[in-house]
């Protein structure tokens, strides 16, 4: 165990060390800090920072004082904890020095309700990992209306002022099925079920569990959120109620620059001179250019051999797998989710080449190699099995939720109709919905 952590932590340490950062060039940064406290007895000044746009992790560390080989260790002790790969705008840092200077402690945030806190131990002068999570509720509600003149199902949602990343879902939801530009019309309906998790009277996360449209030229949809136990899951998404999967999932290309060096088919082999199948695409690429996943997928392969070097192998939802070799680094490890297009290693020229190069190979899902430049679209196939039987259920709970939603907003209502019931003030709808939510504060399996 020792041994593999210590592996692992050499691998990131030397990947990481020549990942461009020119650490050892730069001074660390001066830094003021934010708080002076007691812990155990002792002096302990705290930094505390957050990420801004276009940074990227190491900065975010370095803005509170930490530096390169500390950083390092951070991100070890962390990485089985947070997923780096999410990291946003607005994600809150902190770190604890003691007065020689040291760090001491250090806490993650992606929201304010969750903490992630690393400690030294005095004694083994490892780092102690503790997760703090405050007290949340989770709310649902229904949205619904419709489209007026001049206006789309986007706009209308973000004039009411849902947060872009909510709409975004709602609609995408809506995509596959409907053809907004060609069949959206004034007067079609849509109705969404969202759960909202409320930390201080504030929205800090929004799932959305139910959408429909329905309109004279585009029919009539329905899409229901599905959650798979485990978590993370590719199969995580939006589905119609048979199971269908919807998911507008085209594929990406490795690199974002794309130039074929050597076919897929017989060749002549560059280094060993024979006449053998050539089981993929070799793609030009300057040693550390970023190679994406071209889907989302698990990772299913991280290893290096003598003959392909690095590499990383995903396999995606409908049961096929794509390869990557030669790369310089790997940034992903085997049993890692990764979504489309994240960054998964760098281009290099391990194992055997006669340069640097990106071989992209792709295996449909019975196992025999293809053109990986043939392949556009990953097919979206309907959930079957158990996890079929676990979306029906969970579809029994929306619509359950969501009549009991009706019944609550119903009976509001003729509660207001009653004359000589005391009015204090207009109650805003946002209000209605707020009150209603409050009467039936959520179950966890939503
Ligand atoms: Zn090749």
Redesign the pocket.
């Known amino acids: 165990m020792l041994k593999y952590m210590l592996r692992t932590f050499i691998v990131f340490l030397v990947s990481y060390a020549h990942a461009g950062y020119n650490f050892y060039n730069i001074a660390p940064v001066p830094y003021q800090l934010d708080q002076v406290s007691f812990s155990n007895g002792s002096l302990q000044l705290t930094k505390n920072g957050e990420v801004k746009r276009g940074q990227g992790l190491f900065q975010a560390l370095r803005d509170v004082g930490i530096e390169n080989v500390q950083a390092l260790e951070i991100i070890n002790a962390l990485r089985d904890e947070v997923e780096f790969s999410k990291l946003k705008v607005g994600d809150k840092l902190e770190a604890g020095f003691d007065t020689a200077h040291r760090l001491v402690s250090f806490s993650f945030s992606q929201n304010p309700a969750e903490k992630h806190i690393l400690s030294l131990d005095p004694i083994t002068h490892q780092w102690l990992y503790k997760f703090k999570e405050e007290h949340t509720h989770w709310y649902s509600r229904i949205i619904e209306g419709e489209i007026k003149q001049g206006e789309t199902l986007q706009g209308t949602l973000l004039k009411q002022g849902f947060a872009p990343d909510v709409v975004n879902n709602i609609v995408s939801a809506l995509t596959c099925k409907v053809n907004f530009r060609m069949n959206a019309r004034v007067g079609d309906k849509f109705r969404a079920l969202i759960k909202e998790r409320f930390f201080n009277e504030q929205i800090i996360a929004t799932k959305v569990l139910y959408t429909s449209y329905e309109g004279s030229r585009a029919g009539s949809h329905e899409t229901f959120m599905y959650e798979d136990a485990e978590k993370g899951s590719t199969y995580n998404a939006h589905y119609t109620e048979d199971g269908q999967a919807l998911i507008r999932a085209g594929l990406r290309y490795p690199l974002s620059r794309l130039h074929v060096r050597?076919n897929y088919g017989m060749r002549r082999h560059p280094v060993t001179g024979r006449r053998v199948m050539?089981r993929?695409?070799?793609l030009r690429g300057r040693t550390g250019t970023p190679v994406h996943a071209v889907a989302s997928g698990k990772v299913v392969l991280a290893t290096y051999n003598k003959y392909a070097g690095n590499k990383i192998a995903i396999r995606h939802r409908d049961g096929s797998t794509s390869y990557y070799?030669h790369l310089n680094k790997r940034k992903v490890r085997r049993g890692d989710y990764v979504r489309s297009y994240q960054v998964i290693g760098t281009v290099g020229s391990t194992g055997r080449v006669t340069g640097p190069h990106l071989?992209f190979g792709f295996k449909k899902p019975n196992g025999r190699w293809m053109n990986p430049l043939n392949k556009r679209m990953i097919a979206t196939p309907k959930l079957t099995g158990e996890r079929f039987i676990k979306l029906q259920e969970q579809i029994a709970q929306i619509k359950q939720k969501m009549i009991d939603l009706d019944i609550s907003k119903n009976s509001n209502y003729l509660l207001a109709q009653i004359p000589n019931l005391p009015v204090a003030k207009p109650i805003k709808f946002y209000d209605i919905e707020r009150l209603i939510a409050s009467v039936t504060p959520e179950e966890s399996t939503l």
Do not use: A, T
Request: proline share 0%; no cysteine.
């Open positions: 050597s050539h993929g695409v070799d070799f071989h």
